[in-house]
């Protein structure tokens, strides 16, 4: 008889061990992976250039959830709790979808910008070939502004490989930087093609 319930008692604690584990949280698997394509589809458009700040914060989320299950992956099974991981992970899909849509926003506007600026720095250059061409006849010291002005063609044409490349951040500054060489050109050519003044 004895025997008999020495064995009933073992039974009824094997169930109970087996309902615990049952019972044991498991890591949010199908939240992670989520999170992750979100996250990637968010960096694959460019979103820490043209969205840096909302980016770096979605960042963090998800590190943050990451980081969190590791921790409850470190505690005994029955001790492990995934909701506050959960949250987070939510919290990290949520705010890449945000700053997937900023981004495209923004690089878009940035697009634009990009492209009238280039237009307006090829507009500069023309302008300022013309004066060099104009003045060379009449002064050959300014042929010393010729290599600037190649540098500005030049700035010009990597503005447009980055325009095309989509690459518009690149393109913006590249094009900003020929404008101000430019400007830069005419003064040169303006100063050396000003009468001398006699002492």
Same mark, same amino acid.
């Not at 495209?104 to 506007?109: C, D, F, R, S, Y």
């Not at 280039?118 to 507009?123: G, R, S």
């Not at 830069?184 to 050396?192: M, N, Q, R, Y």
């Given at each position: 008889m004895s025997n008999n319930k020495s064995i009933n008692v073992v039974r009824i604690a094997g169930v109970a061990a087996l309902a615990a584990l049952c019972l044991c949280a #498991? @890591?949010? *698997?199908k939240e992670v992976d989520e999170a !992750? @394509? $979100?996250f990637e589809s968010? #960096?694959? =458009?460019g979103a820490d250039k043209y969205a840096a700040e909302q980016f *770096? *914060?979605?960042q963090s989320k998800y590190d943050a959830a990451i980081a969190e299950i590791n921790t409850q992956n470190g505690k005994s099974p029955i001790a492990r709790n995934y909701t506050l991981a959960g949250k987070l992970l939510k919290e990290a899909t949520e705010s890449a979808a945000l700053c997937k849509q900023t981004a495209? *926003?923004?690089? +878009? &506007?940035m697009k634009t910008e990009a492209e009238t600026m280039?237009?307006? $720095?090829? #507009?500069s250059a023309e302008e300022v070939t013309t004066l060099f061409n104009d003045t060379k006849k009449k002064k050959k010291a300014v042929e010393a502004v010729e290599p600037e002005l190649t540098a500005l063609n030049q700035l010009i044409e990597q503005a447009s490989a980055s325009l095309t490349n989509g690459d518009y951040l690149e393109a913006r500054t590249t094009s900003q930087a020929a404008a101000d060489k430019a400007? $830069?050109?005419? $003064? +040169? =050519?303006? !100063? &050396?093609s000003a009468p001398s003044k006699k002492k």
């Open positions: #498991k @890591a949010p *698997q !992750s @394509a $979100a968010t #960096k694959s =458009i *770096q *914060q979605t495209e *926003q923004n690089k +878009g &506007l280039i237009d307006q $720095a090829k #507009k400007t $830069a050109v005419k $003064a +040169g =050519i303006d !100063s &050396l």
